[in-house]
């Protein structure tokens, strides 16, 4: 993967690792030059095409779901009280984002472009500075099914920006179908997992470096190497599988503010390593949905640890995150469960 690495440290200016220049410019637009300058001159342009985001106009292709899990803090699923006052715990933030766009068709085949970043802000007298800020762009193209002139433009165009095939026989990613719908979404998951891995290359990078602890927005159990790192904690602010079901998932849905369940294992599934998890209430959801500041948080999974230690663990990190839910992370529609930290990182990502 080419990566345009950036680093800095608190309270100073970030600058970039190369030279001006010596970058390749892995743009969509330098993607539709290349292919309309290697292509034949009978291909027309209104082949060509940047509209909105796959990540916009995709349907969520995760189905809720409810999943049993076993409680390791205790004999069964409860409400606790956080005790003690919240108290600012985390050093940094992680957050990545990805954009995948279909730049060209090619005998009605969409061939996407893929860019993902991922960036670690550092906190150090109440400012924010960059840590390390990773980019990356590809082409997803499903090779298999695309024309021999196609595969040559996208061949001659590997030593700029590298090309995926997302028809490899080895792929478990690949599309079921050749419904142009089917290999857009397949593309969209290899960006995913593409961005999955930087996010993770650059948590690696931090524990083996640093030494506080790292708020990640979303899972760790995604790799062994960050689901068994005591310095991160992942908080997970989507619920499309809830990890509890019947009086177990009432009491979750009816939380407080300030009150977590008790710790429970999630158990390793397809590309998830074991992880220890729990539900945490960040504000009073009074008069609104009971995800409302619902939030679930991964740690490493507390192998040979007491029950005491379980618990205390869990209601020390959870003090972290609730001295987090100020300042409001506004304007974003997602502020109940978005710490500010994390929309600092989705700023500098976009810009």
């Excluded at 954009?99 to 860019?115: E, F, Q």
């Excluded at 996208?154 to 028809?167: Q, R, W």
């Excluded at 179908?177 to 960006?191: L, T």
Aim: proline share 5%.
């Amino acid at each position: 993967m080419t990566l345009d690495v950036r680093d800095g440290v608190a309270g100073s200016a970030i600058e970039p690792a190369v030279a001006a220049g010596a970058v390749p410019d892995t743009s969509l637009r330098t993607l539709h030059r290349h292919l309309a300058a290697h292509l034949p001159a009978s291909v027309d342009w209104s082949r060509c095409a940047s509209g909105l985001s796959l990540e916009l106009t995709s349907e969520s292709p995760e189905l809720p779901r409810l999943i049993e899990a076993e409680v390791i803090e205790g004999g069964s699923l409860r409400a606790v009280r956080v005790p003690g006052a919240p108290a600012a715990g985390f050093v940094a933030f992680l957050d990545g984002t990805q954009t995948s766009r279909v730049a060209w068709y090619d005998g009605g085949m969409p061939i996407v472009h893929g860019t993902v970043a991922a960036v670690i802000r550092v906190r150090k007298n109440r400012r924010m500075a960059t840590w390390r800020l990773h980019r990356s762009a590809r082409v997803y193209a499903p090779r298999r099914l695309l024309s021999a002139s196609m595969n040559a433009a996208l061949s001659a165009l590997e030593p700029v920006m590298p090309v995926v095939d997302t028809t490899a026989a080895e792929s478990t990613d690949a599309p079921s179908v050749e419904h142009p719908f089917a290999v857009a979404d397949a593309a969209r998951h290899f960006v995913q997992r593409d961005r999955e891995r930087l996010e993770q290359e650059l948590a690696a990078q931090w524990c083996n470096v640093m030494s506080g602890p790292l708020f990640v927005d979303g899972g760790i159990g995604g790799s062994e190497r960050t689901a068994s790192q005591d310095c991160l904690a992942g908080v997970v602010k989507s619920h499309r599988t809830l990890y509890a079901s019947g009086a177990d998932l009432q009491r979750v849905l009816r939380l407080d503010a300030g009150e977590r369940s008790t710790v429970f294992r999630i158990t390793s599934a397809k590309r998830r390593t074991t992880v220890a998890s729990w539900y945490l209430r960040l504000r009073d959801w009074t008069g609104r949905d009971p995800m409302w500041g619902l939030v679930r948080v991964e740690t490493a999974e507390p192998r040979g640890a007491t029950a005491a230690a379980i618990t205390e663990r869990a209601d020390e990190i959870s003090r972290w995150v609730l001295a987090e839910v100020s300042p409001l992370a506004l304007p974003d529609g997602r502020w109940d469960k978005m710490v500010y930290g994390v929309r600092d990182c989705e700023e500098v990502l976009r810009s």
